[in-house]
């Protein structure tokens, strides 16, 4: 028997769509594990990428603390010399202004003396004539010193050259936040990083442009306290006197200096490298003052009775007035009320004020020996925190997606291979653990008290929260 409705048994007997629902649910399953994968992955890119930022952050902020700290090691050798130029052409003014003086005086006495004893006597005006001759010849010589030498020129040029590298020194520091966070904030801009936070943060009031924001820098790790300021005088005077002690200021023997000896003490000739000592046989100083001292004030005294123009010691090379007062002078600036006597005359003259190494101790000034170990190295690094928000991904709330932004963290440090101090020009920047991580709680108080760090905010409470235990000690891994 033939069916009516054929077409109904072969449509039943039609299985070719049986499996798509299967199909269908086996693409669902791979999507969703596609979706996964690919938020993973760009959870993991992202953590990288921001730990990888945070790195280049760190150690870009050391950078350029180093190279503050090489400019300002460079300067300070500068100031040396230049502090050693002052005082020698100071001296020099000084010494050859007393010898007019004193000849015009002298001439005025030889006048009076003849006028009361020559008379008419022919030989007695030709013999204070002789004396006045022997006067003038002092006082050419003298004045030929001055045209050529120029000491006051000398002078003022130093002194400028002081004004000008301690103002460049400030400037390093009064402007390294700022400067130190447009260079992060280049490469936050590289690496989609939306926020940075530094510490030790900079200190606002503590001579720096410092906001007291975050994305901006640290303070270049130098001080000029009270002590500080002591020490770090005394260090350019032993600079001056004694160049590279074999610990420390070792870029004296970079400019050609014997170790042992710096620019006061050998930068004068190889006969005579005391500068002093030059100065005074390269001027005519050495036969000069012995010659006006000795040979005319002193031996013509019975005869015209020249008094208080003498000279009160004798004069001899190497043992007369500028000498004399060369090394006055000098005891005066590095003695050892030398920074009080900066400090007091600096209203008129200009000294050097150069920076202290933070870290440092103020005893290695006076005891090299304690060299590098004693440098607490903690006190030139830096803690960068990088912040980036999430970007988009597929279906968050599926996935569980949190909505803080992603956060790391690295240390870099400045160091100096050759010496710790601010005349060796060696300063390098490396990463280093991040041990400051170690006392987490002094760094939350640093974030909640800076301003705008509230991409930060999560990271505060995390630490926070983990005061006091040994949670966080676990979790930090440098």
Not at 207 to 219: A, I, K, L, Y
Not at 361 to 380: H, I
């Amino acid at each position: 028997m033939t069916s009516a409705f054929p077409g109904i048994r072969s449509l039943h007997q039609d299985r070719t769509a049986a499996l798509a629902p299967l199909y269908g649910f086996i693409l669902l399953f791979f999507a969703w594990g596609m979706a996964t994968t690919l938020n993973t992955g760009e959870v993991a890119y992202d953590k990288i990428r921001t730990q990888n930022a945070a790195d280049a952050l760190a150690l870009a902020h050391a950078e350029q603390a180093a190279r503050d700290l090489n400019v300002m090691s460079m300067n300070n050798m500068a100031l040396v010399q230049m502090l050693t130029v002052s005082a020698v052409t100071f001296t020099l003014m000084e010494t050859l202004a007393d010898i007019q003086l004193r000849a015009a005086t002298a001439q005025v006495k030889i006048v009076r003396s003849a006028a009361s004893k020559c008379g008419i006597n022919p030989y007695c005006w030709a013999l204070h004539a002789a004396i006045s001759m022997q006067v003038l010849t002092t006082q050419i010589k003298a004045l030929q010193v001055y045209l050529r030498y120029r000491p006051e020129k000398g002078f003022s040029t130093s002194q400028r050259m002081i004004d000008g590298l301690n103002r460049m020194n400030d400037h390093l520091v009064q402007s390294f936040p700022r400067r130190s966070g447009e260079i992060m904030k280049l490469l936050m801009k590289e690496n989609r990083i939306d926020s940075v936070f530094t510490y030790p943060p900079c200190r606002r009031g503590g001579g720096s442009d410092c906001r007291g924001g975050v994305d901006e820098g640290g303070d270049l790790p130098v001080e000029r306290g009270a002590v500080q300021s002591v020490a770090a005088h005394m260090e350019i005077c032993r600079g001056a006197e004694k160049g590279a002690d074999g610990d420390h200021r070792q870029d004296y023997t970079v400019h050609g200096y014997p170790r042992g000896k710096g620019p006061y003490t050998a930068g004068g000739s190889s006969g005579k490298p005391h500068l002093r000592d030059h100065v005074e046989a390269e001027t005519g100083l050495s036969w000069m003052l012995p010659f006006f001292g000795e040979a005319t004030l002193r031996f013509w005294d019975p005869l015209i009775r020249f008094g208080s123009t003498k000279y009160r010691q004798r004069q001899k090379a190497r043992d007369n007035d500028f000498t004399r007062r060369m090394n006055r002078n000098w005891t005066a600036v590095c003695g050892g009320m030398g920074g009080v006597t900066s400090s007091v005359l600096g209203a008129v003259f200009k000294f050097p004020k150069p920076y202290w190494l933070k870290g440092r101790p103020e005893a290695t000034v006076l005891a090299p020996v304690l060299g590098p170990m004693a440098q607490d190295t903690d006190k030139l690094a830096f803690l960068i925190l990088a912040a980036k928000e999430r970007g988009p991904r597929f279906n968050p709330e599926e996935f569980g997606e949190r909505s803080h932004p992603y956060h790391a963290y690295a240390q870099a440090m400045v160091y100096n291979p050759v010496s710790y101090d601010l005349f060796t020009s060696r300063w390098k920047a490396r990463l280093v653990p991040a041990k400051f991580m170690d006392q987490p709680g002094q760094v939350a108080d640093a974030l909640r008290n800076s301003t705008g760090a509230g991409q930060f905010r999560i990271v505060s409470e995390i630490i926070l929260r983990a005061r006091g235990s040994r949670q966080w000690s676990q979790v930090n891994a440098h």
